[in-house]
């Protein structure tokens, strides 16, 4: 079991930080670029566990990060950064332990990122095979997420290098069993490393639609109080 990283400067709790090898395959390497984690639109902020405001913040945050990489690897590097609710997820390979430090510490002071997860490897940069192979990965994720009737698809996001596969949201104990579990079983998928922050089934009824706003085809805004 593996403990991520997160900055000692700010923490977000409760968190569920696990990761769960797979045997078989090896990690590939090679080539540069920048990437920035995936944003929330339309009609999804709607059925989105966080916030309407948690989840611009976080397209902010995943905005602004494209400078302050630039800034600090230049071409040398392939940095993810992916923010759900106010969490930065780092991913991808820079050259030197430095650089890691470095990228961490340059995002914890973008405005409003509440903790960090550095997942950065210090590794030769992945190869174009190997993300296109990862795009492949995190759409069949998505997909078995979709097709798995006990759990809600749009709770998650997923993050995959390296074919390791990233996941994050708001999710209780037993969703995140089950999203690891469904990950696990996809072939080619090396590593899942669960990325969560735990609420009780309590908080998720919270956040479920009532019955009567099913009806009249509402739902139910998420409180802005919770904990997120």
Do not use: W
């Not at 992916?82 to 340059?106: C, F, K, W």
């Amino acid at each position: 079991m593996k403990s991520l990283s997160l900055n000692p400067r700010r923490r977000l709790a409760p968190l569920l930080l696990v990761s769960a090898s797979l045997l078989g395959g090896a990690l590939l390497s090679g080539c540069a670029g920048l990437v920035v984690g995936g944003a929330v639109v339309g009609g999804l902020m709607v059925a989105d566990r966080r916030t309407s405001g948690a989840q611009i913040e976080d397209q902010a945050i995943e905005l602004k990060a494209i400078n302050r990489i630039q800034s600090v690897l230049g071409e040398r590097g392939h940095v993810n950064v992916t923010s759900y609710n106010r969490m930065a997820l780092l991913t991808g390979e820079v050259p030197t332990e430095a650089d890691r430090s470095a990228i961490e510490q340059s995002i914890s002071q973008i405005e409003n990122v509440r903790s960090i997860v550095n997942e950065l490897a210090v590794t030769a940069n992945s190869s174009i095979g190997s993300r296109s192979n990862d795009v492949v990965l995190t759409s069949k994720v998505k997909a078995s997420f979709l097709d798995a009737r006990d759990l809600q698809a749009n709770a998650f996001k997923v993050v995959t290098e390296r074919g390791q596969v990233f996941l994050m949201g708001r999710v209780t104990e037993r969703e995140a069993r089950r999203a690891g579990e469904v990950a696990r079983s996809i072939s080619g998928v090396q590593k899942v490393v669960r990325v969560f922050e735990v609420i009780s089934e309590a908080e998720l009824a919270e956040l479920q639609p009532s019955k009567d706003a099913a009806k009249d085809g509402s739902k139910e805004a998420p409180k802005d109080g919770a904990k997120n």
